[in-house]
Structures are given as structure tokens and as C-alpha cells.
């Protein structure tokens, strides 16, 4: 499967983005699909996760509350809405897929900056 991940963009501390991964084929409902950041410097992170049927949704404490994992298995797409940004949320933000829900996803996307000013 191929990502694409787009929406990135700068954004004052409180404000709000919703970022979109489109996903190509005809298998999109058959993984479950995840976000993940990195900022520089600093490890990848996990930021939500949402499974094939978008029924359950994963969060860590870090963003739980102010993001939201979604996605349209009708449009083949995956969306995290964002809200009250924060400057520690600024990081290049991936979507990913994957058959098993793990740590390591097969599938990434190219990855869209994020960047919250203070």
C-alpha cells in the first residue's frame, strides 16, 4: 500500500490542523493505520493508531484529549485531527499501515511538517 500524507502547516500554539493520508488500493480497510512524529533530534513517537474498522482508537498520554484518529474506509483515508497545539507538538508527522497493529509498521508515508509557534 502507498501513503500519502498532506495538511501540514505552521499554526500559533492553541490552534488547531487536521492532517489527511490518502492510501492507494483496494485494501485499505484491511490494516490498521497510525501516525507517528519526529522531531529533530528526538526519537519517533507515536501519536494514534485506529483499527480496521475504526471502532477503537490508541492514543499515548501525550496527545490523548486533543487529537483525534479517524479515518473513511469508503475514501481510502485516514485522518488526525489536532487540537490545542502546542510548540512540543512540532515534528514531521508520518502515517502508516499495518496488517498487525505493531510498534515497526510496514507501510509509511513521505511524512508532513508540522510546526507550532509559541
Known amino acids: 500500500v502507498q501513503l500519502q500524507a498532506y495538511g501540514g502547516g505552521l499554526v500559533q500554539a492553541g490552534g488547531s490542523l487536521r492532517l489527511s493520508c490518502a492510501a492507494s488500493?483496494?485494501?485499505?480497510?484491511?490494516?490498521?493505520m497510525g501516525w507517528f512524529r519526529q522531531a529533530p533530534g528526538k526519537e519517533r513517537e507515536f501519536v494514534a493508531a485506529?483499527?480496521?474498522?475504526?471502532?477503537?482508537?490508541y492514543y499515548p498520554d501525550s496527545v490523548k484529549g486533543r487529537f483525534t484518529i479517524s479515518r473513511d474506509n469508503a475514501k481510502n483515508t485516514v485522518y488526525l485531527q489536532m487540537n490545542s497545539l502546542k510548540p512540543e507538538d512540532t515534528a514531521v508527522y508520518y502515517c502508516?499501515?499495518?496488517?498487525?497493529?505493531?510498534?515497526?509498521?510496514?507501510?509509511w508515508g513521505q511524512g508532513t511538517q508540522v510546526t507550532v509557534s509559541s
Open positions: 502508516a499501515a499495518d496488517k498487525a497493529l505493531r510498534s515497526t509498521p510496514d507501510y
Open positions: 488500493g483496494r485494501t485499505f480497510s484491511t490494516y490498521y
Open positions: 485506529i483499527s480496521k474498522s475504526g471502532d477503537v482508537t
